[in-house]
């Protein structure tokens, strides 16, 4: 190679941001990294195999004949409620692992290489959506083998899946923000935790709401998470599609709106 194709450091203009397509590649490839992790380390699997089994018994068989008078009638009501309870509770996880990359100083190495800035944050929550869908598939399985039938048909089903895992997607940029900011990966469980559990117990997923106290109503009348459950209801019960699915999509572009600028600032501050 001759000496005149190596420009001096005075006329080089390297770039200081990436396009769209190499973002989306460097992000599929973080992704995948997040794959092999899941791969080495099954054992983190253990709450998408185990929780969905285990809550979908437990809630059914307690609750179901003092709500709906037996098994069969609870599962059209408990079923879309396991599935957003437990999805939604997985995307915890994300927060917590990050956290613990950032302790190891993973990703002060991910910030010295020529990527996307947002890469290994939104890979890692891409990859994280295979874990989604695994509790999805578990949940919604358990369900049928337990006698659910959903009116909607399996299309109707799919699509609520579907939906459940981009709205766990999109909250799970929230715990990501949790596990920038703070200092250890147990208070990340910990404040995910204090968030998370009155919007989910505090929701129409497990009883009917007119059983609840009036001035209890109106807070599960405008939590998301009763939105959520109640447009994946009509989609796998009836294969309708109601003004609560539209909330739940305008809940999940705003939570990315907000969220993803917010932990990729605080992420570049704090590596």
């Known amino acids: 190679m001759s000496s005149t194709s190596i420009k001096p450091a005075s006329q080089r203009h390297p770039k200081n941001h ?3 397509g190499q973002t989306i590649r460097n992000s ?3 992704a995948y990294r997040g794959l092999l992790r899941i791969k080495r380390t099954p054992e983190q699997l253990f709450d ?3 929780q969905p089994i285990i809550f979908t018994l437990m809630f059914t068989y307690i609750f179901g004949g003092a709500i709906s008078g037996n098994v069969i009638n609870y599962l059209p009501v408990i079923i879309p409620g396991i599935l957003v309870q437990t999805v939604i509770t997985t995307s915890i996880v994300t927060g917590v692992q990050l956290r ?3 302790d190891k100083g993973v990703f002060d190495r991910f910030k010295s290489l020529p990527i996307a800035r947002i890469a290994p944050l939104a890979g890692a929550l891409l990859a994280d959506t295979i874990r989604y869908t695994i509790a999805t598939v578990l949940t919604l399985t358990m369900g049928y083998i337990m006698g659910y039938q959903p009116g909607g048909g399996l299309g109707y089903v799919a699509l609520a899946g579907v939906l459940v895992i981009v709205c766990s997607w999109a909250i799970s940029w929230i715990f990501a923000f949790f596990g920038v900011i703070a ?5 990340v469980q910990g404040i995910s935790m204090i968030v998370l559990f009155p919007l989910t117990f505090l929701s129409n997923a497990f009883v009917p709401v007119d059983t609840m106290p009036g001035w209890l109503q109106w807070f599960v009348n405008i939590n998301p998470i009763s939105h959520l459950v ?3 209801r009509d989609l796998a019960n ?4 109601g003004t609560d699915l539209t909330i739940s999509l305008i809940g999940v572009a705003v939570i990315v709106a907000v969220f993803a600028p ?3 600032r605080a992420y570049m501050r704090r590596t």
């Open 262 to 264: 917010l932990t990729v």
């Open 28 to 30: 599929l490839t973080m």
């Open 100 to 102: 613990e990359d950032m």
């Open 18 to 20: 990436t396009s769209i």
């Open 48 to 50: 998408v195999t185990l």
């Open 238 to 241: 009836h294969g309708t599609v």
């Open 230 to 232: 109640t447009a994946v």
């Open 183 to 187: 200092r250890t990966a147990s208070s």
